[in-house]
């Protein structure tokens, strides 16, 4: 039996160290890091820096309780994508009770973008108070020298007190937020939200911001995606130079099509976008999107899903995270979901599957498993 020089080394691996090593994506699967430990970041972000990957996600812990910020964010790096050493925890949360980031308050989807003029790494993610369930609806700031921290709680915010967004209509700025008078989910409460009742609701306290991404142009512009209004529609936030704070340029988008989990790239000079329903940690359709600027305005391009009636119902059993493009492939992105377990949040799971083209819109495949040579393929 002839035994290749790798899979010599690789055995090395495993029998002195107890270490997987892994060459390929397992998605669903438990996924180990350096130290055979299950990959602890849900609810990803990744940013490539210095040719690395960094991988942010939402630290959980077992049981219930997991589901709120026990810990922080942690952070994990990786040169091929398979295997993750994990660089410990990014941003911790305070045991101040006078903090907003007391441990017990909700940390989500948290996304680092660097910002080339000021040197600076920076981390927005969705913030709830403790024990003010989802009421909140914060975006967080934390600001760091170095790409895996740690990283310093800077503010929380409703966005955009006082401003309207760049397209709300002028003859929308006076209407009634007569709420109370109209039945929810009627034909009037739905036109109403389309309208931008919420806006209006919210114009002075600052906008609500859930379900957040943020994306990085090629000219250095920042925007931060989020979900808005109850949840019924998103805004898209230009950041400023700094990407510490909001321009106060925004847009409204997919007015009532109640998009959760954006997850935003950019290909041959088009964005795209993956999002979700709206039905908590349970599976839905998955959705896409496309534009030809990050503000606007986005065309639905449809579940994006290809697969059985179950598979395209849930996305594969998960909710997209975010879109990874490949280092030194063109071209090659890679679609990540989260696969929620809400009742032993550490045990969930991650889907990697990568992002196909088919008639100009990105579709998804089931991948039992599958590695980047895929897209040598194409
Ligand atoms: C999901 C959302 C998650 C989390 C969850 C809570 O819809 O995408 O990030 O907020 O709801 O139920």
Known sequence: MKISFLSFLMLFQIVSYGQRTYQNFNPGKIWEDNQGVHINAH????????????WF????????????AQVGVSVYSSKDLYNWKNEGIALEVHDDPNSLLVKGCIIERPKVIYNHKTGKFVMWFHHELKDQGYKAAMTGLALSDHVTGPYRYIKSVNPHAGQWPANYPDSLKSKPVNLDEIERWSKEWKEAVV??????????????????TLFVDDDGKAYHFHSSEENQTLHIAELTEDYLDFSGNYTRVLHGQQNEAPAVFKKDGKYYMFSSGL???????GKSAVADHPLGPWTPLGNPCIGTEDEMNTTFWSQSTYVIPVIDKKNAFIFVG????????????????????????????????WDLTFFDKK
């Open 279 to 285: 039905t908590g940690w349970n599976p839905n359709p």
């Open 195 to 212: 309208d931008g009742i919420f806006v209006r609701r919210d114009f002075e306290r600052g906008q609500m911001a859930r379900d957040m």
């Open 338 to 369: 989260d696969r929620w377990t809400p009742d032993n949040p550490i045990d969930g799971r991650y889907i990697l599957l990568p992002v196909e083209f088919e008639a100009g819109k990105p579709v998804l495949r089931w991948y039992e498993q």
């Open 43 to 54: 609810g990803g972000g990744f940013l490539i820096h210095d040719d690395t990957y960094y």
């Open 57 to 68: 996600g939402e630290h959980k812990i077992a049981g219930k309780e997991g589901n709120k």
